[in-house]
């Protein structure tokens, strides 16, 4: 049996409407991420990411 995952919203946004906005926007993100250009800034987040955590263990 599962569990729900608790939803933390401390908002005045009613929890219904985040989620119908969120159901209009994830077919844009989705897209993004698939496409050439998201795939090239997401591979630079994630390099930049790594620099900044092997910086913090330097340190």
Do not use: V
Request: glycine share 4%; charged share 40%.
């Amino acid at each position: 049996m599962s569990r729900r995952k608790k939803l933390i919203n401390h908002t005045d946004i009613p929890q219904y409407q985040i989620e119908a906005i969120a159901r209009c926007i994830m077919p844009d993100i989705l897209a993004f991420y698939e496409s050439e250009e998201g795939q090239r800034e997401f591979a630079e987040w994630k390099e930049r990411r790594e620099g900044s955590k092997r910086e913090a263990r330097t340190e």
